[in-house]
């Protein structure tokens, strides 16, 4: 057995990369099968993420849009379907800047693909991006429309928003490795998408894991003490039973004897304003204390990158 701090990253390194390339990155951490991306992965693993209908995988990239129009008519039609999991700003008269990952943007195109606005973006997005839309298109044929422009904006450019609209439309990935006790308590912010190693896939038995289960060391208890020891008794017995259970049962079988203290890492990916929400809630010295670990250094590191949506927000101490 191996025991480790917990620790989190700020996934910048994924805004430099292609979104099909950070879907793949992201979507490979739930079987902990990074190491088999290499050159021409990314299309087979998107292809096959779509038709098994893991979703939630295609909402690890967030793009904006600015989408001018010439009559007020088209955005009515627009707005009375009541766009879902899209960040909506009317910038100007008649312009709005639009922000949804790609999961929001390919369901619009299938639940609504008739209404103007949407054939103009599907047009857009599918003729940029079209593996994104291989499913979709064959179908609908999306063209573009006659009085609406799309425009894809730069991530300098959402950076160079005002802080209300970046706070909306700026998002942002953090992979935690954690226990499993704060990932249940993180995945209740609804507005954010996640990604979670999965316990039913991976086996811990196997090499790549180390044949070993690894737990994240608790800070409740000093090394040491006796606290500590019983600890360590209960994972050293609960790993020996799991590894038993693995000779003759599968991972998703054998994973139900696991604790709150196994190590996970799940993916957050959030736009500002929601990381906001989340640290004005677990930072506080209401929240558990293994969320603090993780959410009080994070903020910090959060300001150091993001000084104007963050500045001023401290962590309650009392
Ligand atoms: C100290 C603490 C103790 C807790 N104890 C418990 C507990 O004992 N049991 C328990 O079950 N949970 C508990 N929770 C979890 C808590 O109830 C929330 O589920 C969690 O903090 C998510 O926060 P949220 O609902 O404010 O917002 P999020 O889900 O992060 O959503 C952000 C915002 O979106 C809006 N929103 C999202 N979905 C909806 C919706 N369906 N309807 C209306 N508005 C919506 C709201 O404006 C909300 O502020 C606890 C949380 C904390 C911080």
């Given at each position: ?116 606005i949407i ?113 360590e008794r ?62 009080i250094p ?21």
């Amino acid at each position: 057995m191996r025991v480790i701090p917990a620790s989190f990253e700020i996934m910048e390194s994924l805004d430099r990369q292609s979104m099909a390339t950070r879907i793949e990155l992201c979507g490979r951490l739930c079987y902990k099968s990074e190491d088999k991306i290499v050159a021409g992965s990314t299309e087979p693993f998107i292809k096959r993420i779509v038709q098994h209908g893991h979703n939630s995988v295609m909402e690890m990239a967030a793009l904006t849009l600015k989408v001018a129009y010439d009559a007020e008519s088209m955005a009515t039609q627009f707005f009375g379907i009541q766009p879902k999991f899209l960040q909506i700003d009317r910038t100007d008269k008649k312009e709005l800047l639009i922000t949804g990952t790609v999961r929001a943007f390919r369901e619009l195109a299938r639940d609504h693909g008739n209404v103007k606005i949407i054939k103009a973006i599907s047009a857009f997005l599918g003729k940029r991006y079209p593996l994104f839309y291989f499913d979709l298109a064959p179908k609908r044929g999306w063209i573009p429309q006659d009085g609406v422009k799309v425009e894809k904006l730069s991530l300098a450019e959402v950076d160079g928003l005002s802080a209300d609209l970046r706070a909306k439309h700026r998002f942002v990935a953090v992979r935690f490795v954690t226990n499993r006790a704060v990932t249940h308590e993180i995945v209740r912010h609804r507005p954010c998408s996640f990604l979670q190693e999965s316990q039913r896939y991976c086996r811990y038995s196997e090499e790549k894991f180390g044949n070993e289960v690894t737990f994240i060391k608790p800070l409740f208890y000093q090394e040491g003490s006796e606290e500590y020891r019983l600890w360590e008794r209960a994972m050293t017995e609960t790993e020996a039973i799991y590894l038993k259970l693995l000779e003759t049962s599968s991972p998703q079988a054998a994973r139900t004897v696991l604790p709150n203290s196994c190590k996970t890492e799940i993916i957050v990916y959030a736009n500002l304003l929601e990381w906001l929400h989340i640290f004005r809630l677990r930072t506080t010295p209401a929240a558990e204390p293994s969320m603090r670990e993780v959410t009080i250094p994070l903020l910090q590191a959060m300001k150091q990158k993001f000084a104007t949506i963050f500045d001023g927000v401290e962590p309650e101490t009392k």
